[in-house]
């Protein structure tokens, strides 16, 4: 698992990060990638390594885990102090890095403004669907043949929305 920590990180995400404003990171973990068996929180910490971010100085704070057949979506925030999971379902502006963990090769780049929003708008959409009282991280599994419910949304406009409760 070693080559995975030295993936070659891209200079604007290393000068995103050395900033320390808060930053989204994307993580996807596919089935035949040497992560794919670990815990949420071993892939936060794998990937705050191979970004070069200490996770002790960035403070991650892991958001939403969404499980498919062969691919794991991870959504973590670092540098975000501000961040209050009571308001986090309004949908942010932060900018997103994508670290994408595959068998042969994986890829650490930061996110154009379209894969940017999608991320946003997803994580705020899991805050809204879990409801008040839940607290993240979020875990949406997709695997298998029944579909993720959310009984207790914060915005009942969102039962009946279906774009709003079905994940893309």
């Given at each position: ?5 030295s993936i070659p990180v891209p200079k604007i ?57 062969r691919l794991d979506v991870l959504a973590f ?92």
């Amino acid at each position: 698992m070693e080559n995975v920590r030295s993936i070659p990180v891209p200079k604007i995400v290393e000068e995103l990060l050395n900033t320390r404003k808060p930053t989204r990171i994307a993580v996807f973990v596919r089935a035949k990638s040497p992560l794919y068996p670990l815990l949420p929180d071993q892939v936060v910490r794998t990937a705050c390594s191979t970004l070069g971010v200490s996770a002790g100085d960035s403070h991650p704070t892991p958001l939403v885990v969404e499980k498919w057949d062969r691919l794991d979506v991870l959504a973590f925030d670092v540098f975000h102090a501000a961040y209050n999971p009571s308001t986090a379902h309004h949908e942010a502006s932060l900018p997103v890095v994508l670290v994408d963990y595959g068998k042969r090769y994986s890829v650490v780049k930061a996110a154009g403004p379209d894969f940017q929003k999608e991320v946003n708008v997803a994580v705020a959409r899991e805050h809204n669907l879990n409801g008040w009282d839940a607290r993240p991280p979020y875990v949406v599994d997709h695997t298998g043949t029944k579909v993720p419910t959310y009984p207790n949304p914060r915005d009942l406009i969102t039962l009946r929305s279906k774009s709003a409760v079905q994940s893309p």
